[in-house]
């Protein structure tokens, strides 16, 4: 379990988990065949480096922390997503996505929780919401490759939406 001291240090954590969900959905970009399935994940890269310039723009600001204080955080669950295999499939490229959204998901909403200023809260709620949302999407795209799998072979995204 992870142990955070100061709010510096979990700025940090995220920071890295931001840059390792841009690397991650950059890779899938690059070895996926389908060209929405392509497409999706750039999407995904762009939108996990604004996350990470969000977080980056709290280094060095003032704030405060309500309680409980940050033992909470360890209690995420953020590290169940790591780390991923080198050949991973798509369906395993999804289950992956979604633990590691719904880990972020948590992870942002324990710091709004956390957070006494009221611009800091509204901001990780924000983030946590795009997680939930981009969450949800993996959840639908891989209901739609198992019943594809059952019927057939197909690797579109019919009927997705970029996450935001």
Do not use: C, W
Not at 47 to 54: L, S, V
């Amino acid at each position: 379990m992870l142990k955070f001291r100061t709010f510096d240090e979990v700025l940090d954590f995220a920071i890295v988990q931001e840059k390792a969900a841009q690397q991650f959905y950059a890779k899938l970009a690059q070895e996926v065949q389908d060209s929405d399935v392509k497409e999706f994940y750039r999407q995904l890269t762009v939108e996990e480096r604004e996350h990470e310039k969000r977080l980056l723009s709290l280094k060095g600001y003032a704030y405060a922390l309500r309680e409980p204080d940050l033992r909470d955080l360890s209690e995420s669950g953020y590290l169940d997503a790591m780390p991923v295999p080198a050949n991973v499939s798509l369906k395993e490229a999804l289950q992956f996505a979604i633990r590691k959204e719904r880990s972020a998901e948590h992870l942002y909403s324990l710091l709004a929780d956390l957070v006494q200023q009221e611009e800091l809260e509204q901001l990780f709620r924000v983030l946590s919401g795009q997680e939930l949302h981009h969450r949800q999407v993996f959840e639908k795209r891989l209901a739609l490759l198992e019943e594809e799998g059952k019927k057939g072979p197909s690797g579109s995204l019919e009927g997705l939406k970029s996450p935001e």
